[in-house]
Protein backbone atom coordinates (compact mmCIF):
# COMPACT_ATOMS: atom_id res chain seq x y z
CA UNK A 1 0.00 0.00 0.00
CA UNK A 2 1.23 3.52 -0.90
CA UNK A 3 2.99 5.65 1.84
CA UNK A 4 0.22 8.44 2.62
CA UNK A 5 2.15 11.55 0.46
CA UNK A 6 0.21 15.07 -0.43
CA UNK A 7 0.52 13.88 -4.22
CA UNK A 8 -1.25 10.42 -3.53
CA UNK A 9 -4.10 12.45 -1.37
CA UNK A 10 -4.29 14.96 -3.96
CA UNK A 11 -4.29 12.44 -6.62
CA UNK A 12 -7.71 10.70 -4.49
CA UNK A 13 -8.65 14.35 -4.60
CA UNK A 14 -9.10 14.50 -8.40
CA UNK A 15 -10.32 11.26 -8.12
CA UNK A 16 -13.63 12.33 -5.64
CA UNK A 17 -13.71 15.57 -7.97
CA UNK A 18 -14.03 13.06 -11.29
CA UNK A 19 -17.19 11.33 -9.61
CA UNK A 20 -18.50 14.94 -7.95
CA UNK A 21 -18.94 16.31 -11.80
CA UNK A 22 -18.82 13.32 -13.91
CA UNK A 23 -22.30 11.90 -11.65
CA UNK A 24 -24.37 15.05 -12.29
CA UNK A 25 -26.25 16.53 -15.09
CA UNK A 26 -24.47 18.61 -17.36
CA UNK A 27 -21.47 17.77 -15.86
CA UNK A 28 -18.12 16.28 -17.60
CA UNK A 29 -14.39 14.93 -16.63
CA UNK A 30 -11.56 14.31 -19.30
CA UNK A 31 -7.80 13.38 -18.65
CA UNK A 32 -6.00 15.70 -20.35
CA UNK A 33 -2.27 14.42 -20.37
CA UNK A 34 -0.93 14.95 -16.93
CA UNK A 35 -3.80 16.88 -15.79
CA UNK A 36 -7.58 15.63 -14.83
CA UNK A 37 -10.37 18.29 -15.26
CA UNK A 38 -13.88 18.07 -13.89
CA UNK A 39 -16.46 20.43 -15.14
CA UNK A 40 -19.57 20.23 -12.60
CA UNK A 41 -21.93 22.03 -15.51
CA UNK A 42 -22.19 24.93 -13.02
CA UNK A 43 -21.15 28.80 -14.19
CA UNK A 44 -19.31 28.82 -10.70
CA UNK A 45 -15.30 28.86 -10.42
CA UNK A 46 -15.71 26.75 -7.25
CA UNK A 47 -17.42 23.99 -8.59
CA UNK A 48 -15.17 23.38 -11.52
CA UNK A 49 -11.37 22.79 -11.54
CA UNK A 50 -7.92 21.12 -13.75
CA UNK A 51 -6.19 18.68 -11.12
CA UNK A 52 -2.60 18.86 -12.47
CA UNK A 53 -1.13 15.50 -11.75
CA UNK A 54 2.05 16.15 -13.77
CA UNK A 55 3.29 19.17 -15.16
CA UNK A 56 5.99 17.36 -17.72
CA UNK A 57 3.09 15.51 -19.72
CA UNK A 58 0.62 18.54 -19.27
CA UNK A 59 -0.11 21.23 -22.05
CA UNK A 60 -1.97 23.61 -20.86
CA UNK A 61 -3.39 25.25 -24.31
CA UNK A 62 -5.25 21.93 -24.31
CA UNK A 63 -6.80 22.52 -21.08
CA UNK A 64 -7.76 25.65 -21.69
CA UNK A 65 -9.06 24.73 -25.16
CA UNK A 66 -11.31 22.07 -23.43
CA UNK A 67 -12.60 24.78 -20.85
CA UNK A 68 -13.51 27.13 -23.74
CA UNK A 69 -15.55 24.63 -25.18
CA UNK A 70 -17.69 24.23 -22.08
CA UNK A 71 -17.91 28.30 -21.02
CA UNK A 72 -17.52 27.71 -17.84
CA UNK A 73 -14.96 29.45 -14.96
CA UNK A 74 -12.78 27.22 -13.81
CA UNK A 75 -9.08 27.00 -11.76
CA UNK A 76 -6.11 25.13 -11.30
CA UNK A 77 -5.53 22.61 -8.12
CA UNK A 78 -1.74 22.07 -8.52
CA UNK A 79 1.36 21.36 -5.90
CA UNK A 80 2.17 23.64 -3.60
CA UNK A 81 5.47 25.52 -5.12
CA UNK A 82 6.73 28.82 -4.64
CA UNK A 83 6.60 29.80 -8.44
CA UNK A 84 4.61 29.00 -11.26
CA UNK A 85 6.03 26.69 -13.81
CA UNK A 86 7.81 28.98 -16.65
CA UNK A 87 6.22 29.51 -19.60
CA UNK A 88 2.81 28.14 -18.25
CA UNK A 89 0.08 31.07 -18.41
CA UNK A 90 -1.88 32.77 -15.41
CA UNK A 91 -1.47 30.76 -12.33
CA UNK A 92 -2.20 33.72 -9.33
CA UNK A 93 -2.44 32.12 -6.18
CA UNK A 94 -6.35 32.15 -4.81
CA UNK A 95 -6.00 29.61 -2.19
CA UNK A 96 -4.04 27.19 -0.19
CA UNK A 97 -6.24 24.57 0.82
CA UNK A 98 -4.58 21.83 3.45
CA UNK A 99 -4.90 18.24 2.80
CA UNK A 100 -5.00 15.69 5.39
CA UNK A 101 -5.41 11.64 5.07
CA UNK A 102 -6.39 8.62 7.15
CA UNK A 103 -5.32 4.67 7.13
CA UNK A 104 -8.15 2.82 8.14
CA UNK A 105 -6.15 1.01 11.18
CA UNK A 106 -5.49 4.37 12.46
CA UNK A 107 -9.56 5.67 12.34
CA UNK A 108 -10.94 6.42 16.13
CA UNK A 109 -14.51 7.01 15.71
CA UNK A 110 -16.81 9.50 17.38
CA UNK A 111 -19.90 8.62 18.40
CA UNK A 112 -22.86 11.01 18.29
CA UNK A 113 -24.03 13.35 21.00
CA UNK A 114 -27.30 11.60 23.12
CA UNK A 115 -30.65 13.15 21.74
CA UNK A 116 -29.57 13.64 17.81
CA UNK A 117 -29.85 11.28 15.06
CA UNK A 118 -28.43 10.67 11.76
CA UNK A 119 -29.74 9.09 8.11
CA UNK A 120 -28.65 9.36 4.88
CA UNK A 121 -30.28 12.48 3.39
CA UNK A 122 -32.70 11.57 -0.41
CA UNK A 123 -33.87 14.29 -2.92
CA UNK A 124 -36.67 15.08 -0.67
CA UNK A 125 -34.44 16.40 1.69
CA UNK A 126 -32.70 19.43 -0.44
CA UNK A 127 -34.34 22.13 1.75
CA UNK A 128 -33.04 20.76 5.14
CA UNK A 129 -29.85 20.22 3.66
CA UNK A 130 -29.07 23.72 1.88
CA UNK A 131 -30.34 25.34 5.04
CA UNK A 132 -27.74 23.58 7.28
CA UNK A 133 -25.01 24.63 4.89
CA UNK A 134 -26.43 28.48 4.31
CA UNK A 135 -26.07 28.60 8.16
CA UNK A 136 -23.00 26.95 8.82
CA UNK A 137 -20.81 28.49 6.35
CA UNK A 138 -23.04 31.57 5.10
CA UNK A 139 -23.18 32.85 1.35
CA UNK A 140 -26.04 32.95 -1.20
CA UNK A 141 -28.47 30.05 -0.93
CA UNK A 142 -29.19 29.67 -4.95
CA UNK A 143 -25.51 28.46 -6.07
CA UNK A 144 -25.31 25.81 -3.05
CA UNK A 145 -28.66 24.47 -3.71
CA UNK A 146 -27.59 23.57 -7.27
CA UNK A 147 -24.47 22.02 -6.03
CA UNK A 148 -26.49 19.83 -3.53
CA UNK A 149 -28.81 19.06 -5.15
CA UNK A 150 -26.87 16.88 -7.61
CA UNK A 151 -24.98 15.44 -4.51
CA UNK A 152 -28.59 13.88 -3.52
CA UNK A 153 -29.43 12.56 -7.15
CA UNK A 154 -25.10 11.05 -7.79
CA UNK A 155 -24.91 7.37 -6.19
CA UNK A 156 -21.80 8.14 -5.86
CA UNK A 157 -22.07 10.84 -3.03
CA UNK A 158 -23.54 9.94 0.26
CA UNK A 159 -25.27 12.82 2.23
CA UNK A 160 -25.77 12.23 5.67
CA UNK A 161 -28.11 14.74 7.46
CA UNK A 162 -28.42 14.90 11.22
CA UNK A 163 -31.37 15.57 12.88
CA UNK A 164 -32.43 17.08 16.80
CA UNK A 165 -35.95 15.99 16.78
CA UNK A 166 -37.37 17.41 13.58
CA UNK A 167 -34.67 20.12 13.44
CA UNK A 168 -31.74 19.24 10.89
CA UNK A 169 -28.78 20.81 12.94
CA UNK A 170 -26.03 19.12 10.68
CA UNK A 171 -24.88 17.75 7.11
CA UNK A 172 -21.92 17.03 5.62
CA UNK A 173 -20.88 14.31 2.58
CA UNK A 174 -18.75 11.45 1.45
CA UNK A 175 -17.55 10.91 -2.20
CA UNK A 176 -16.47 7.41 -2.91
CA UNK A 177 -13.95 6.86 -5.74
CA UNK A 178 -11.94 4.34 -7.03
CA UNK A 179 -9.23 5.66 -9.61
CA UNK A 180 -5.67 5.98 -10.05
CA UNK A 181 -5.44 6.77 -5.87
CA UNK A 182 -7.33 3.34 -5.63
CA UNK A 183 -10.39 3.04 -3.57
CA UNK A 184 -11.02 5.89 -1.56
CA UNK A 185 -13.60 8.11 0.22
CA UNK A 186 -13.73 11.75 0.56
CA UNK A 187 -15.47 13.76 3.57
CA UNK A 188 -16.21 17.09 2.84
CA UNK A 189 -19.01 19.96 3.42
CA UNK A 190 -19.04 19.36 7.66
CA UNK A 191 -21.71 21.84 8.41
CA UNK A 192 -22.94 22.23 12.12
CA UNK A 193 -25.63 24.65 12.78
CA UNK A 194 -24.68 27.59 15.18
CA UNK A 195 -26.96 26.43 17.98
CA UNK A 196 -25.63 22.72 17.54
CA UNK A 197 -21.53 23.53 18.04
CA UNK A 198 -19.51 21.98 20.31
CA UNK A 199 -21.37 19.07 20.96
CA UNK A 200 -19.10 16.70 19.01
CA UNK A 201 -22.30 16.87 16.54
CA UNK A 202 -19.38 17.51 13.24
CA UNK A 203 -17.49 14.42 14.59
CA UNK A 204 -20.03 12.19 15.14
CA UNK A 205 -21.75 12.67 11.41
CA UNK A 206 -18.20 12.46 9.89
CA UNK A 207 -17.35 9.33 11.80
CA UNK A 208 -20.73 8.04 10.89
CA UNK A 209 -19.77 8.54 7.01
CA UNK A 210 -16.19 7.63 7.62
CA UNK A 211 -17.41 4.22 9.19
CA UNK A 212 -20.14 3.22 5.95
CA UNK A 213 -17.28 4.22 3.45
CA UNK A 214 -14.60 2.13 5.08
CA UNK A 215 -16.53 -0.71 5.73
CA UNK A 216 -17.15 -0.76 1.66
CA UNK A 217 -13.71 -0.83 0.93
CA UNK A 218 -12.22 2.68 0.96
CA UNK A 219 -8.44 1.92 1.85
CA UNK A 220 -8.48 6.11 2.20
CA UNK A 221 -9.98 8.51 3.25
CA UNK A 222 -9.27 12.40 3.11
CA UNK A 223 -10.62 16.05 3.51
CA UNK A 224 -9.45 19.19 3.72
CA UNK A 225 -9.31 21.00 7.54
CA UNK A 226 -10.23 24.82 7.27
CA UNK A 227 -8.33 25.58 9.74
CA UNK A 228 -6.36 24.58 12.72
CA UNK A 229 -9.52 24.03 15.32
CA UNK A 230 -11.04 21.28 12.38
CA UNK A 231 -7.61 20.13 12.00
CA UNK A 232 -7.37 18.98 15.29
CA UNK A 233 -10.93 17.42 15.28
CA UNK A 234 -9.95 15.37 12.55
CA UNK A 235 -6.54 14.45 14.24
CA UNK A 236 -8.75 13.28 16.93
CA UNK A 237 -10.35 10.76 13.96
CA UNK A 238 -7.08 9.72 13.01
CA UNK A 239 -6.58 12.19 10.45
CA UNK A 240 -2.94 12.95 9.38
CA UNK A 241 -2.00 16.74 7.57
CA UNK A 242 0.01 16.24 4.41
CA UNK A 243 1.20 18.91 2.05
CA UNK A 244 -1.59 20.41 0.10
CA UNK A 245 -2.48 21.81 -3.14
CA UNK A 246 -2.98 25.22 -4.29
CA UNK A 247 -5.97 26.80 -6.32
CA UNK A 248 -4.58 29.38 -8.98
CA UNK A 249 -5.67 31.39 -11.99
CA UNK A 250 -6.45 29.67 -15.48
CA UNK A 251 -4.96 32.75 -16.87
Known amino acids: MPDLTGALVRTAHADAWAV ?8 AVA ?4 ARAACSGLPFGPYNGTDLLDPATTDPERVAAWWAARGTPWAWR ?7 PTGWP ?5 VHQRLAG ?12 AGVAVRRA ?6 AVVAVDVAAFGGPAAPVRRWLAGHLENPGVEVGLVLDGDEPVAAAHAVRSDGAAGPA ?24 LLERALAAGAALAHLQPDDDRAARVYARLGFTEVEGLDVRTPG
Open 31 to 34: DLGG
Open 185 to 208: VLLAGVGVVPGARRRGVGAGLSSW
Open 122 to 127: APQDLD
Open 102 to 113: LRPARFAPAPLP
Open 78 to 84: TPPSPAW
Open 20 to 27: TAGGRPGG
Open 90 to 94: GGDLL
